[in-house]
């Protein structure tokens, strides 16, 4: 056993393959010398047979004094579940490769025996220096490890989009400004989010013009907390707006979904980059939301989600929520956020809704839109308002009033 291998260094190697950093070099932590030197050595494992990203890792199981893994080319799976010609069935079941790469990926060995004959490849054996410890710390690292390597399909992720108005034309200069300006506003948002004890794990990934975010921990408070996130963000931008005297600081307009996507790593150079990336059902929806945003606007989309959502009932776990229920839990959750600070002056109260027509005595109704794109389809989206109330200053209103929407987006 390598000396350097039961050092800090050897905390640091395990950390470093996975976005999670800083919770994985906690986890390490928790472990011996021993376990920590046995799973450097079976990340290094996992490497080489991801080959420059040649493959994916699908699943893995505890055997003896080692583990198995399946590995597959990366086109395999897209050719598993392709119909053949003469339009014969697929091979596998598009369902099963969605659940083999959703949630977990350990299973015991008759199930790597079932899915290996399935799918018609042979488990890898990786001999470890020692068998592992079954420590639940352990597992939760392997997991981490082998979802790096491969793809992962989450069936409920929210995600918001926040696109910079005019991005197209401004000079190259002017671009980065405002992209820097952006990812402040991001950082800034987290840094007072957990000043508030509120949990974000954010990651980004690039739209060109602005950032696709979304929270990496699951759940309905995840994405709520997401949804706050998104308010904070424009908020912090409409302050810097109020103060900038250039072009340096960027008009948003914004978008928040919840739905299907499929996480990866991409390779590069001779690694899985840090950093993740998404793309499915829910990336597509805001992509084609945005291009019907008005300058400033924040857009939701209609979606009806399955979120983890304890309940009196033990055996009800599973809430199916839509956007507008969505919104009420969300206004009901602000309580978190009191004792926030923009520009030195206190939050007294926030205020988030979707808009409609007044309907007299105080009630309002909730007008439904229809966002037509480039290829002619159709989706429904509401109109979002948030307004943040300060001490002793003007409040911040994000969003655009339903009185002030064209007619032509007013209706459904």
């Not at 966002?371 to 209103?397: C, F, M, W």
Request: hydrophobic share 40%.
């Amino acid at each position: 056993m390598e000396l350097d291998d039961l050092s800090q260094s050897g905390i640091r190697r395990i950390a470093d393959f996975s976005p999670y950093l800083d919770q994985l070099a906690g986890l390490a932590q928790e472990m011996g010398l021993r376990q920590r030197s046995n799973l450097v050595h079976l990340e290094r494992s996992l490497h080489e047979h991801w080959s420059l990203g040649q493959n994916n890792i699908l699943s893995w199981a505890p055997l003896d004094e080692g583990i198995l893994i399946l590995v597959l080319p990366h086109y395999a799976i897209a050719e598993y579940t392709a119909s053949q010609q003469g339009s014969t069935p697929p091979r596998v079941s598009p369902a099963f490769i969605t659940e083999l790469i959703s949630g977990d990926r350990q299973l015991n060995f008759d199930q790597m025996q079932k899915v290996a004959r399935l799918l018609e490849v042979k488990p890898v054996y990786v001999q470890l220096r020692q068998p592992l410890s079954g420590h639940p710390v352990e597992t939760q690292i392997i997991e981490k490890m082998i979802r790096r390597y491969g793809i992962n399909f989450v069936a409920s992720r929210a995600v918001t989009l926040f696109d910079i108005v005019g991005f197209s034309l401004l000079t190259p200069f002017e671009q980065m400004t405002q992209l820097n300006s952006l990812s402040y506003s991001l950082n800034s948002a987290h840094a007072k989010m957990l000043e508030q004890d509120v949990s974000i794990n954010f990651a980004r990934s690039s739209s060109g013009d602005g950032f696709y975010v979304w929270n990496r921990d699951d759940g309905l408070e995840a994405n709520v907390n997401l949804y706050h996130f998104m308010h904070i963000v424009l908020a912090d931008n409409a302050i810097a707006r109020s103060k900038a005297a250039s072009k340096a600081v960027p008009r948003l307009r914004a978008c928040f979904h919840v739905g299907s996507c499929y996480e990866f790593h991409q390779a590069e150079g001779l690694n899985p980059t840090m950093h993740d990336f998404i793309v499915g059902d829910v990336t597509i929806e805001l992509a084609r939301m945005i291009e019907g945003a008005l300058p400033g606007q924040i857009l939701v989309g209609e979606f009806i989600a399955n979120h983890s959502d304890p309940t009196p009932d033990p055996t009800q776990t599973q809430a199916h929520i839509d956007a507008v229920t969505f919104l009420q839990r969300a206004q009901g959750n602000l309580s978190k956020l009191s004792g926030l600070e923009f520009s030195g002056e206190r939050v007294t109260a926030i205020k988030c809704y979707l808009t409609g027509e007044n309907m007299g005595g105080g009630q309002f109704s909730i007008r439904r839109l229809t966002i037509k794109d480039k290829h002619g389809l159709s989706r429904v989206a509401y109109n979002a308002k948030v307004n943040i109330y300060r001490e002793n200053t003007q409040p911040i209103l994000l969003g655009i009033e339903d009185r002030k929407l064209p007619e032509s987006r007013q209706s459904a």
